[in-house]
T-cell receptor
Framework: DAGITQSPRHKVTETGTPVTLRCHQT?????MYWYRQDPGHGLRLIHY???????DKGEVSDGYSVSRSKTEDFLLTLESATSSQTSVYFC???????????FGPGTRLTVL | AQKITQTQPGMFVQEKEAVTLDCTYD???????LFWYKQPSSGEMIFLIY??????QNATEGRYSLNFQKARKSANLVISASQLGDSAMYFC?????????????FGAGTRLFVKA
């Protein structure tokens, strides 16, 4: 299994509070991604990173920011959480030479 | 506009029969990749198969094959000899060039039910 972890695995928070999710990899892969999964929508890309300090927006980036200060960590921040951000968040890593993505176990976030 | 379209929200198949899960895509990038993933009820994402846009032959991995029709922008997954353990959500995905690097986006998924 690819070395990719997410923390926390579960979180309940209140509307308006900031939340940071962490993705950590031990594979030294260049690409890292954040997705959210909601019923009927599949996985939707929030942001992705193609290198340290290199990030780009995905399909549903509003309300989210990311940072990648080192290869192994990719942080997703909800500056002011809203109930519509209740979801399961997946991190993924990839290296173009492997032609695949490896996914973390997911973080279940509930915003009350 | 949808980049990845999976038109079958749910599919039923009899055990030991073959099943085809549909996927169409839209991109202007001449160099792209297509993936299929399986998500069982436990929630993890499992990579199944990959097809590059320049690959001449359809990709195969065991009981999985990808029916790649480039002109139709179609990348259907064929599962042969279905097993009860194949019951899961299946996602089609496409990797294409974004503003800064390559991004991978997913379809809404197809839930497959295998009947005994």
């Amino acid at each position: 299994d690819a070395g990719i972890t997410q923390s926390p695995r579960h979180k309940v928070t209140e509307t308006g509070t900031p939340v940071t999710l962490r993705c950590h990899q031990t594979e030294n892969h260049r690409y890292m991604y954040w997705y959210r999964q909601d019923p009927g929508h599949g996985l939707r890309l929030i942001h992705y990173s193609y290198g340290v300090k290199d990030t780009d927006k995905g399909e549903v980036s509003d309300g989210y920011s990311v940072s990648r200060s080192k290869t192994e960590d990719f942080l997703l921040t909800l500056e002011s959480a809203t109930s519509s951000q209740t979801s399961v968040y997946f991190c993924a890593i990839s290296d173009l030479s492997t032609d695949t993505q490896y996914f973390g176990p997911g973080t279940r976030l509930t915003v009350l | 506009a949808q980049k990845i379209t999976q038109t079958q929200p749910g599919m039923f198949v009899q055990e030991k029969e073959a099943v085809t899960l549909d996927c169409t895509y839209d991109t202007s990038d001449p160099s792209y990749g297509l993936f299929w993933y399986k998500q069982p009820s436990s929630g993890e994402m499992i990579f199944l198969i990959y097809q590059g846009s320049y690959d001449q032959q359809n990709a195969t991995e065991g009981r999985y094959s990808l029916n790649f029709q480039k002109a139709r922008k179609s990348a259907n997954l064929v599962i042969s000899a279905s097993q009860l353990g194949d019951s899961a959500m299946y996602f089609c995905a496409m990797r294409e060039r974004g503003t800064g690097g390559f991004k991978t986006i997913f379809g809404a998924g197809t839930r497959l039910f295998v009947k005994a």
